[in-house]
C-alpha cells in the first residue's frame, strides 16, 4: 500500500484546531462540569437538542456536531475531484490508524489496521494461525459477536475452544478469576488467548492482565484483547503490556458510530517498515487484498504473493472510506481530553450517581470489586431487565440492559441535575418491579 514514510509514522495525535482549542479553554488538570457546559458542550448541540437523558453512552456515543461535516467533506471531495478524492481518504486513513495507535499505548501508526467490525479483527487473527484448528482459550464474558465467530470456528473444527466460566454469588454479577485463567493456560497448550480487559455485560475489568499475558507468553499462547468497552475508558498501554493482538471499534465511548473499527498487532510481530532483506512476516493472513500488497498502486502480479512491510501486510481489499471520517472528531476529542481525565470524571460521576441512588434505597452493583475494577457503567439488577428499562424509556430516561442486570453510563455531556433527576425516575420504575 502506498502509505507516507517511516518518520511519519511514529504516533503522535493529530488533532484538528477546532477541537484542540476547545479542549486547551478547558485548562490543565480535574475535568468540572461548568468548564465542560462553556468549551466542550457547544461541540455537541446538535445532539444536545434531543429531549430526555441519555445514560447509555456505554452503547452508542454521542456525536459531536462536526462528525457530519467530516463525513459531509469526505463525500464533497469525491463530487469535486472524483479519483483525485484518493489522497484525501488514504490521509485519512494514515490518521486513523496513527490516532487509534495513541489510544492503544503503540508506537507505530502501522500496527493498527481498519476493519468494519471487531469481529473481522478477531477472524483475520484465527486466519493467521499457523494450526488449521488452533486450540483458543476464551470466557463466557466475550461480547456475542466474538462469542459467536469462536462458537462457529469450533463447530466447523476449525478450531478447538475452551471456555472460561465466571463465578456467580447472589448478590454480585458474576466475575471472572484470573487465576482460572492462568491454571486453564498452565495445564494445557493453547494457541491463543482471546479476552476482554473489561468485559461487555458487567464491566468488570480484568483483574492484573500483566500477569496473564505472562502466563500465556510462557506456554507460548499468543493473546488477542477484546477493547471495546476498554479503549476510551481506562488508559491502555498494550505495547509496554505486550499484548499480541487487540481488537475494538469506534462506536461507543469515542462517538464514531458503527463501521470504524480495528485489529492492532504488536509490533513486534511486525516486518521493519523498511524491509530491505524482505523478511517474511511472522504471520501472514488468508484475510487481505490488494491494499496489503507490497505495492498496491503497482498492479504487478507476481506468482507468490508479495507483501507489504509492516502492519500494512494485514491491510484487506479496499477499505471502508467514511466509517473513519465518522470516527475522525469523537476520535480526536477522546484523545484531546485524554483517558486518564476522562476516566477519573467517569468514576466522579459513577459515585455521584450510586450516592444519589442509595438515598432512594436503589442497590447498585458494580462490575469489579471496586470502581477501580469496573469500567464506565454502573448496574442496577433486576427481575425483568426488558420490563424496568422500557419504563425508564418512556420517562426519557435510556439505559440498557445485559444479562439481568441494567446498565447506566454517564459520559462527559451528563449534567448531575440530570443525574438527579435520572435517580428519582430510576427509583420510580424500579419500585414497580422487584429486584433478583
Ligand atoms: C466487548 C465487545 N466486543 C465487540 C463488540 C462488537 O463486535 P462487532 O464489531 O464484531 O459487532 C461489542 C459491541 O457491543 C462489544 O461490547
Known amino acids: 500500500m502506498n502509505t507516507p514514510d517511516a518518520a511519519s509514522r511514529i504516533a503522535t495525535p493529530r488533532i484538528s484546531p477546532a477541537i484542540a482549542s476547545a479542549v486547551a479553554a478547558l485548562g490543565p488538570g480535574p475535568l468540572r462540569e461548568e468548564a465542560l457546559r462553556t468549551h466542550i458542550f457547544p461541540l455537541f448541540s446538535r445532539i444536545l437538542k434531543r429531549p430526555g437523558i441519555y445514560l447509555a453512552n456505554h452503547s452508542l456515543g454521542r456525536p459531536l456536531d462536526q462528525m457530519s461535516s467530516d463525513v459531509q467533506a469526505a463525500l464533497d471531495a469525491w463530487y469535486r475531484d472524483m479519483d483525485n478524492a484518493w489522497g484525501p481518504w488514504l490521509d485519512e ?3 486513523f490508524r496513527n490516532n487509534i495507535a495513541c489510544l492503544l499505548g503503540v508506537s507505530r501508526a502501522d500496527a493498527v489496521v481498519p476493519k468494519t467490525s471487531a469481529g473481522q479483527g478477531l477472524r483475520a487473527v484465527l486466519n493467521a494461525l499457523p494450526s488449521p484448528a488452533p486450540r483458543i482459550l476464551t470466557t463466557r464474558g466475550e461480547f456475542d459477536s466474538i462469542d459467536f465467530i469462536l462458537k462457529t470456528y469450533h463447530h466447523r473444527r476449525r478450531a478447538d475452544v475452551t471456555w472460561i ?8 454479577p458474576p ?3 484470573t487465576d482460572d485463567l492462568i491454571a486453564a493456560l498452565a495445564r494445557e497448550h493453547f494457541d491463543l488467548l482471546v479476552v476482554s480487559p473489561v468485559f461487555y455485560a458487567t464491566g468488570q475489568v480484568l483483574d492484573d492482565l500483566p500477569r496473564v499475558i505472562s502466563a500465556a507468553h510462557a506456554k507460548n499462547t499468543l493473546v488477542l484483547l477484546d477493547c471495546y468497552h476498554a479503549a476510551g475508558v481506562i488508559p491502555l498501554a498494550l505495547e509496554s503490556l505486550n499484548a499480541d493482538f487487540a481488537i475494538g471499534g469506534s462506536y461507543k465511548y469515542t462517538r464514531g458510530g458503527p463501521g470504524a473499527c480495528w485489529l492492532m498487532i504488536h509490533p513486534r510481530h511486525l516486518t521493519p517498515e523498511r524491509d530491505d532483506n524482505n523478511h517474511e512476516p511472522p504471520f501472514r493472513t488468508l484475510d487481505t487484498g490488494w491494499f496489503a500488497k507490497r505495492d498496491t498502486f503497482k498492479f504487478e502480479r507476481p506468482e507468490k504473493p508479495l507483501l507489504a512491510h509492516g502492519g500494512d501486510a494485514w491491510m484487506e481489499a479496499t477499505p471502508a472510506i ?5 470516527a475522525k472528531s ?3 476529542l477522546t484523545l484531546a481530553l485524554g483517558v486518564e481525565r476522562l476516566r477519573a470524571y467517569s468514576l466522579e460521576q459513577l459515585t455521584f450517581l450510586e450516592a444519589t441512588l442509595r438515598q432512594h434505597n436503589i442497590p447498585t452493583r458494580r462490575g469489579g470489586a ?8 454502573l448496574l442496577i439488577s433486576h427481575r425483568d431487565t426488558t420490563a424496568f428499562c422500557d419504563r425508564l424509556k418512556a420517562r426519557s430516561v435510556i439505559a440498557d440492559a445485559r444479562l439481568g442486570n441494567a446498565r447506566f453510563a454517564p459520559d462527559i455531556l451528563t449534567t448531575r441535575d440530570e443525574l438527579t433527576a435520572a435517580a428519582a425516575v430510576i427509583a420510580e420504575s424500579f419500585a414497580s418491579g422487584a429486584t433478583a
Open 175 to 177: 466475575r471472572f478469576r
Open 322 to 326: 467514511l466509517p473513519l471520517y465518522q
Open 330 to 332: 469523537g476520535l480526536e
Open 93 to 95: 486513513l494514515h490518521s
Open 165 to 172: 466460566e465466571p463465578h456467580t454469588t447472589p448478590d454480585q
Open 370 to 377: 471496586s470502581p477501580e475494577h469496573s469500567g464506565a457503567y
